[in-house]
């Protein structure tokens, strides 16, 4: 399906603003990063910050960290929306796994909230 949607980006030069599953726009951002397309990178990540809920938003931050040219500002505003939301966060079956699978993220998660105090 994201191949549809990324062939659909390539004729109509745009994403059509319906619903899109997370794990589609995932792949979207994928394909747009794997062929240097800035303009769909940024679409993409318009749509997931329009998405960014307490449920998804480790699966967002993973995702998000491994794509090469994305502007800082989309990590930093999934930070803050974790400080924000960090008690539910925590509480949620999937954060002991990003814990253990991603502990670069949740070091950069510190040294933000480390910045933010001095």
Same mark, same amino acid.
């Given at each position: 399906?994201?191949? &549809? &949607?990324?062939?659909? !980006?390539? !004729? ?6 319906? !619903? ?12 747009? =990063?794997? !062929? ?10 318009? +749509? ?10 480790? @699966? #967002? +931050? ?15 505003? #999934?930070?803050?929306?974790?400080? @924000? =939301? #960090? ?10 796994? +990003? ?12 040294? =933000? #909230?480390?910045?933010e105090l001095n």
């Amino acid at each position: 399906e994201a191949v &549809e &949607e990324f062939v659909s !980006y390539l !004729y109509k030069g745009s994403l059509r603003r319906t !619903y899109k599953p997370v794990e589609l726009m995932f792949g979207l951002l994928n394909l747009a =990063n794997k !062929y240097q397309m800035n303009m769909l990178m940024h679409e993409c990540t318009d +749509f997931l910050m329009d998405m960014l809920v307490v449920d998804n938003v480790l @699966k #967002i +931050f993973a995702v998000v960290k491994k794509i090469d040219h994305l502007p800082c500002h989309v990590s930093d505003l #999934i930070i803050d929306f974790m400080k @924000k =939301n #960090i008690k539910k966060i925590v509480d949620k079956e999937d954060w002991s796994a +990003f814990l253990s699978d991603h502990p670069s993220l949740v070091k950069d998660f510190v040294l =933000n #909230i480390d910045q933010e105090l001095n």
